[in-house]
C-alpha cells in the first residue's frame, strides 16, 4: 500500500527539489567573482569561479558608487511602491466591501461584484498597455488628463510619465484597478459570517448606520484584517515587474526601478550574474526578516499570528 | 408582540427616513462611477480594435468606433505570427492545466492518507516553497543547465505543482468521508483506483476553481517567453507579441525589444491599419478568452478563495 502511494508521490518530490531548492546553489554566485565568458555555461563558470566573500555585497550597499546608490534607490522604489500600494488597496477595499455589504438587492450585487472582478484576471502586460494609454496626453487619448481638464482640477495636461513623481503613484494606481474588486472577496466573505442578531440588538438601541459599520461589520472583520496586513509585510519588497518595465522611461527611472527591474538589468542584460543574484538573496533576507518581526510583534500584542 | 414592535419602530423611524434613501443613492452612484472606471478602459480599446487605424490616429475615440472596420483583426490573424502565438498561447495552456489538474490532485490525495509515512516531509517540502524563491538568476542558470531554453517545455515543466493549489485540494479530500475510501478499498481498489475513479470525480469543485486559476496564470503569461524563448519566434505567445507591440509604442528600450516590436509593428503596418489599431486588436484577442470563460467558472472562483483564505 504505502509502495503505490510512493509511487504516487516520489517523482513529484524529486521534480519539486530540482526546481525550488537545488537552484539555491546557485545563491554560491553572490559570493563569486562571476564573468560572463563566450564557451562557458553559467554552470561550468558556477564550479570554476573564485570565491570573494561578500565582496558584492559591499559593493551593492556602498552608496557612494554610482551602482551601489543605485541599488539602495532600487530598495528605496521598491519599498516605497508597495507600501503605497498595499495602503490605498488596503483601504479602498475594505471602504468597497462595506459599501457592497450594504447593497440589498442580490441581483445589482452580483452584476456589480462581476465587473469590479473582472480587471483581476487581464494580465499585466495589458494592464500595463490600458495605463500607457490612459496616462498620455487628450490627444493621445488620455483619459485622466482630459477628465482633469473637463473638471477644472487642472488647467493644463500633465506629463504623467515624464515626472518621476507621480510613479509611485501610478504604481499604486494600477495595482488598485486591477486588484480592488477582488480584495473585496475575502472580506464580503468575512462580513457575511458576522450574526445578524448583532444588527438588530444595536438598531434597537438606536445605533445609526454608520455606528453600526464601525462597531458591528468593521470590529467583526478585524481578525482578517490583522492576519492579511501581516501577511502583506511579506511583500514589502515586491512591487511588481511590468509597469515599471513599461512605463518607466529613462525620465522617471529615478522613482521607477526597483528591485525587480534592477535584477533583470544588471543580471540578464548586462550579465552580471554575481550582483543580480546577491541582491535577491538581500532582498529574500529583509522580507523574511520584515515578516517575522511583525509577526513576533503580532503574537505578543495578543492579536492572530502568522505561523 | 412582534407586530406591536415593528408599528412602534416605524412611528419612531419616521423622521429619519430620508436618510437611507440618501445613503442608498449615494452608494449606488458611487460604485456604478466604479464600475465605469473598470469597464472604460477595456471598451475604449474594443472601440479602436474596430476602428479604422488612420482615423483612430486623429484620437478622441470613446467607446464607440468612428469608421467602423474589421480590418485590424482581419490583419491580425491574417500574420502568421499573430495567428501562431494565438495557437501558441492555447496550447500552451491546455498543457499546462491538464498536468496540473491530474498531477497536483493526485499528490494531494496521497498527501490527505494518514498511513503515509513521507505525508509530513513532503507537505514541510512543498509549503515552505510559497515563503522563498530561489531568485531570477538561479531559476535561470537551472532552466539553461536542463536544457530547456528555446523549447515549448519551459511554458510548463517548471509550473506543474504550486503548493497553494496543492494545499487547497488536499484540504477539500480530507473534508471527503473516509467510508467512499473504505468501501472502494473493500472492492479491492488500490490507492491509484481510488484516487483515479472515487476521489478525482468528487473533487470536480474545487479542481475547477484551481483549472481557472491556472488556465489565467498560463494564459497571461510572458515573462517566461521573453527569457527564455525570445529567440525563438515559432514559440512566441500571445502575451509576448501583445508586449512586443507596447514595447514599441511606449518607446522601451527592452533589450533591443523595442527595436524587434517596431519592426513588428511596421510588419503589420499595412495600409488603413496602425500600430495604435493593431495593439487594440490584439489586446482584445488577448483579453477575450478569458473574459468569455469567465462569467460560467465565476461562483467557483469565489468559492475557492474563500477556501484559501480560511487555511492560506
Redesign the interface.
Known amino acids: 500500500?504505502?509502495r503505490?502511494?510512493?509511487l504516487?508521490?516520489i517523482p513529484?518530490?524529486l521534480?519539486?527539489?530540482?526546481?525550488?531548492?537545488?537552484?539555491?546553489?546557485?545563491?554560491a554566485?553572490a559570493f563569486q567573482d562571476f564573468r560572463p565568458r563566450i564557451g562557458v555555461?553559467?554552470?561550468q563558470s558556477?564550479r570554476t569561479n573564485e570565491f570573494i566573500g561578500l565582496d558584492n555585497f559591499r559593493v551593492l550597499l556602498d552608496t557612494d558608487t554610482v551602482l551601489g546608490a543605485r541599488f539602495v534607490q532600487s530598495i528605496i522604489n521598491t519599498f516605497g511602491q508597495a507600501l503605497l500600494t498595499q495602503i490605498v488597496g488596503f483601504i479602498c477595499a475594505i471602504v468597497?466591501s462595506l459599501?457592497?455589504n450594504?447593497?440589498r438587492q442580490n441581483g445589482i450585487k452580483k452584476v456589480?461584484q462581476?465587473?469590479?472582478?473582472?480587471?483581476h484576471?487581464?494580465?499585466?502586460?495589458?494592464v500595463?498597455?490600458?495605463a500607457?494609454?490612459?496616462l498620455a496626453l487628450?490627444?493621445?487619448?488620455g483619459?485622466i488628463n482630459e477628465f482633469l481638464l473637463w473638471t477644472r482640477i487642472i488647467s493644463e495636461p500633465i506629463h504623467f510619465l515624464a515626472n518621476p513623481s507621480y510613479f509611485w503613484g501610478i504604481v499604486a494606481g494600477t495595482h488598485l484597478?486591477r486588484n480592488?474588486?477582488w480584495n473585496t472577496?475575502?472580506y464580503l466573505?468575512a462580513m457575511t459570517a458576522v450574526d445578524p442578531s448583532l444588527y438588530e440588538a444595536a438598531s434597537i438601541d438606536g445605533a445609526s448606520?454608520y455606528r453600526k459599520m464601525w462597531h458591528i461589520t468593521l470590529s467583526s472583520i478585524k481578525p482578517?484584517i490583522v492576519i492579511l496586513m501581516i501577511?502583506n509585510v511579506?511583500w514589502l519588497l515586491t512591487s511588481g515587474?511590468e509597469i515599471q518595465?513599461?512605463?518607466?522611461?529613462g525620465v522617471n527611472i529615478p522613482r521607477s526601478e526597483n528591485i525587480?527591474i534592477f535584477?533583470?538589468r544588471y543580471?540578464?542584460?548586462m550579465g552580471n550574474?554575481g550582483l543580480?543574484?546577491a541582491s535577491?538573496?538581500l532582498r529574500?533576507g529583509i522580507s523574511?526578516t520584515l515578516l517575522s518581526i511583525v509577526n513576533f510583534i503580532a503574537g505578543r500584542l495578543g492579536s492572530e499570528k502568522l505561523f | 408582540m412582534i407586530k406591536s414592535l415593528e408599528g412602534k419602530q416605524k412611528t419612531r423611524k419616521k423622521p429619519l427616513r430620508l436618510e437611507p434613501i440618501i445613503f442608498h443613492t449615494i452608494n449606488y452612484i458611487l460604485l456604478a462611477v466604479l464600475c465605469i472606471v473598470m469597464l472604460y478602459p477595456m471598451l475604449n480599446q474594443l472601440a479602436i480594435s474596430f476602428n479604422d487605424g488612420l482615423d483612430a490616429v486623429r484620437g478622441g475615440i470613446r467607446i464607440f468606433p468612428r469608421v467602423p472596420t474589421l480590418e485590424n483583426y482581419r490583419v491580425v490573424f491574417a500574420t502568421h505570427t499573430m495567428f501562431n502565438a494565438f495557437l501558441m498561447s492555447v496550447y500552451r495552456t491546455i498543457v499546462t492545466v491538464v498536468l496540473n489538474i491530474v498531477i497536483t490532485s493526485m499528490l494531494a490525495y496521497v498527501l490527505s492518507r494518514p498511513e503515509f509515512v513521507f505525508r509530513k516531509f513532503i507537505t514541510i517540502v512543498f509549503v515552505l516553497t510559497m515563503y522563498f524563491d530561489p531568485g531570477l538568476i538561479p531559476n535561470f542558470i537551472l532552466i539553461q543547465s536542463l536544457g530547456l531554453m528555446n523549447s515549448f517545455h519551459v511554458y510548463w515543466i517548471p509550473n506543474l505543482i504550486a503548493a497553494f493549489n496543492l494545499i487547497i485540494i488536499r484540504t477539500y479530500i480530507r473534508g471527503i468521508p473516509e467510508s467512499f475510501i473504505e468501501s472502494a478499498r473493500l472492492d479491492g481498489a488500490g490507492d491509484f483506483r481510488i484516487y483515479w475513479q472515487v476521489i478525482m470525480p468528487l473533487c470536480k469543485p474545487t479542481l475547477a476553481t484551481i483549472a481557472l486559476f491556472v488556465a489565467v496564470g498560463s494564459w497571461n503569461a510572458w515573462f517566461d517567453n521573453f527569457l527564455f524563448n525570445a529567440a525563438r519566434q515559432d514559440l512566441s505567445v500571445l502575451q509576448f507579441e501583445l508586449m512586443r507591440l507596447l514595447a514599441a509604442a511606449t518607446g522601451v528600450g527592452a533589450a533591443g525589444q523595442g527595436q524587434a516590436g517596431q519592426a513588428a509593428a511596421a510588419g503589420l503596418g499595412v495600409a488603413q491599419v496602425s500600430p495604435l489599431t493593431i495593439r487594440a486588436a490584439v489586446t482584445i484577442v488577448a483579453a477575450v478568452p478569458i473574459l468569455c470563460v469567465y462569467p460560467f467558472l465565476q461562483r467557483y472562483f469565489v468559492h475557492g478563495v474563500q477556501l484559501g483564505g480560511v487555511k492560506g
Open positions: 500500500m504505502q503505490t502511494l510512493l504516487m508521490s513529484f518530490l521534480y519539486r527539489l530540482l526546481f525550488s531548492y537545488v537552484p539555491l546553489i546557485g545563491w554566485i555555461t553559467p554552470l558556477l468597497l459599501m457592497l450594504e447593497v456589480i462581476n465587473i469590479l472582478y473582472l480587471p484576471f487581464l494580465s499585466w502586460v495589458i500595463a498597455s490600458l500607457s494609454v490612459a487628450p490627444a493621445s487619448g483619459i484597478w480592488l474588486g472577496i475575502i466573505a448606520r482578517t501577511m511579506g515587474f518595465w513599461f512605463l518607466g522611461h525587480d535584477i533583470f543580471g540578464i542584460q550574474f543580480a543574484t535577491g538573496i529574500t523574511i
